[in-house]
């Protein structure tokens, strides 16, 4: 084998090699929770936390839920696999132009002194103490 071929053998090793950890760097970061947004950064989904950890497990919505029964925390971490309904501690809104309502109640019922808190676009906090781990379902409404 001549010296050129062997330059391009170790060459195409060496670009399939970048290419593989590229592509293993880019699922990594897709598993961790996301870092908050820049202004292009919008992705319209709100995440919600199952703890104020770090190592918190999210779920996002881009759609309104009428009862979150049924639904459980998707990325790993902290309370992976629980279930979403009242076990929220904290959200964050990635929508630039609509905010979300949490609610205590299913279908969105917040008649009475019934809680519910609002999260704007970019709003990153745990939910408010009516809410907090007693979330039942969530809507949307256009702010900007």
Same mark, same amino acid.
């Given at each position: 084998?001549?010296?050129? &071929?062997?330059?391009?053998? #170790?060459?195409?090793?060496?670009?399939? *090699?970048? +290419?593989?950890?590229?592509? *293993?760097?880019?699922?990594?970061?897709? +598993?961790?929770?996301?870092?908050?947004?820049?202004?292009?950064?919008?992705?319209?989904?709100?995440? *919600?936390?199952? #703890?104020? @950890?770090?190592? @918190?497990?999210? /779920?996002?919505?881009?759609?309104?839920? /009428?009862?979150?029964?049924?639904?459980?925390?998707?990325?790993?971490?902290?309370?992976?696999?629980? $279930?979403?309904?009242?076990?929220?501690? &904290?959200?964050?809104?990635?929508?630039?132009?609509?905010?979300? $309502?949490?609610?205590?109640?299913?279908?969105?019922?917040? @008649?009475? @002194?019934?809680?519910?808190?609002?999260?704007?676009?970019?709003? #990153? $906090?745990? *939910?408010?103490?009516?809410? &907090?781990?007693?979330?039942?379902?969530?809507?949307?409404?256009?702010?900007?």
């Amino acid at each position: 084998m001549t010296t050129a &071929r062997r330059m391009v053998g #170790s060459l195409a090793v060496a670009a399939a *090699l970048v +290419a593989g950890t590229t592509v *293993l760097a880019s699922a990594q970061a897709d +598993a961790s929770a996301p870092a908050q947004p820049q202004r292009a950064d919008w992705d319209g989904n709100i995440y *919600l936390y199952y #703890s104020a @950890s770090s190592n @918190s497990s999210w /779920s996002k919505y881009a759609g309104w839920v /009428s009862d979150f029964a049924g639904h459980t925390f998707a990325a790993g971490g902290e309370g992976s696999g629980q $279930r979403v309904k009242n076990n929220v501690n &904290r959200a964050w809104n990635n929508d630039a132009n609509y905010a979300a $309502r949490i609610y205590y109640n299913e279908n969105y019922n917040a @008649s009475g @002194s019934a809680p519910y808190d609002d999260f704007y676009p970019g709003n #990153s $906090r745990q *939910l408010n103490n009516g809410v &907090r781990n007693n979330n039942a379902s969530m809507s949307w409404w256009r702010v900007g």
